[in-house]
């Protein structure tokens, strides 16, 4: 039985992920700075031992380190690592605050790069595996009033090809999901009619079909998929933004 390891992964993208992974037959460890028992309590009645939940600040070393403490006592091995945890802030950059700058920065991008400090040796010693990150179409493309957003997950995407180059030779795959609007608490329900009208196919995404997408980079399935920055937008990317 493979382990993977989520973060983010008490709400959103990263429960329906975690979720997808138990029903496939994986070993879970939930990582979250918020706990929500209930969710939790939740999952672990339906699937027992295959599921345990660490409380993790990401963007702190000693809580990282500590998860690591807490996954191996879970796992033996730990076969995938999926960096989801992420902030969003909505702010002109004039007008944005250091440490909000800071604490997106920390959380969506120097989170990654503490889980490769800590989790990646021994990955090595252990013959390899995979690691998904969550980037975003706005790591790829520009929003109106999400600089610090952008700039943290453009960061992510070619942080994504510099790892996949890195670890290949340790039989170490590394790629990321690019989602495109999903329905999360980080998207106020207000504007979900506005975000369906600019996709071509009239939706906004669902969590569960971004957790699709991690478990097809985390699985064999995707055997030669490498540095791969996986739009999933419903098309909203292809557009030249020329009107009908």
């Known amino acids: 039985m493979k382990t993977v390891l989520i973060t983010g ?10 979720k997808l992974f138990l029903q496939r ?34 963007s702190k070393d000693r809580d990282i380190k500590h ?4 996954s191996k006592e879970f796992s033996k091995e730990i076969h995938c690592i999926i960096n989801n945890a992420g902030i969003i802030s909505h702010e002109l950059l004039h007008e944005l605050k250091e440490n909000e700058w800071d604490a997106v920065m920390e959380t969506d991008v120097k989170s990654i790069y503490l889980t490769a400090k800590h989790f990646i040796p021994e990955m090595i010693k ?14 790829i493309e520009a929003d109106y009033k999400m600089p610090v957003y952008n700039a943290a ?9 510099a790892m996949a180059l890195d670890y290949a030779e ?29 996709n071509p196919m009239k939706r906004i995404c669902e969590p569960e079909e971004i957790a699709k997408a991690m478990y097809f980079l985390a699985s064999e399935e995707s055997s030669y998929c490498n540095g791969v920055n996986l739009p999933v937008t419903g098309g909203l990317d292809v557009h030249t933004g020329q009107p009908k």
């Open 25 to 58: 037959g994986w070993k879970v460890i939930m990582a979250d700075k918020e706990e929500k028992n209930e969710i939790f309590e939740e999952i672990k009645n339906l699937y027992n031992n295959s599921v345990t939940f660490v409380k993790t600040d990401v």
């Open 9 to 18: 992964a008490i709400s959103g993208i990263g429960l329906a992920a975690s």
């Open 170 to 198: 340790d039989n170490i795959r590394v790629n990321s999901v690019c989602p495109g609007a999903t329905r999360t608490n980080m998207i106020n329900p207000e504007n979900i009619s506005k975000y369906a009208q600019a």
């Open 67 to 70: 998860l690591y403490d807490k």
């Open 126 to 139: 252990n013959g390899g595996g995979t690691i998904v990150n969550t980037a975003s179409i706005s790591g």
């Open 153 to 161: 997950k453009g960061a992510i995407v070619n942080l994504t090809r």
